[in-house]
């Protein structure tokens, strides 16, 4: 059982990633790395029937090369959880 900030307790499933179905990225992009720029954010989703579990997710200011580098990164680790 997980227990909430707002007291409720619910139990949840842990899935091992190497038993999804199928995984998918997503990318919101912006391309200026400036203070007042949007953030990018990727995410690597499974699924498993019809559950999807939102595996992974980085989100951060990046100009272009950034944003190119992360998306190879997140491909070449097949989708894994990466340290930050």
């Known amino acids: 059982m997980v ?6 307790e619910r139990s949840i499933v ?6 999804v179905d199928e995984m998918a990225q997503s990318w919101d ?7 007042t ?4 954010v990727g995410q690597v989703w499974g699924r ?3 559950n999807f579990i ?5 989100r951060e200011r ?14 070449e680790s097949g989708g894994a959880p990466q340290p930050s």
């Open 29 to 35: 992009c912006s391309f200026k790395d400036l203070e």
């Open 62 to 75: 990046m100009d272009c090369p950034t944003i190119v580098k992360r998306i190879v990164d997140f491909s």
């Open 48 to 50: 498993r029937g019809s």
């Open 54 to 58: 939102l595996l992974d997710q980085v």
């Open 14 to 19: 842990a899935y091992d990633i190497a038993t």
């Open 37 to 40: 720029s949007d953030y990018v």
């Open 3 to 8: 227990r909430f900030p707002d007291g409720t």
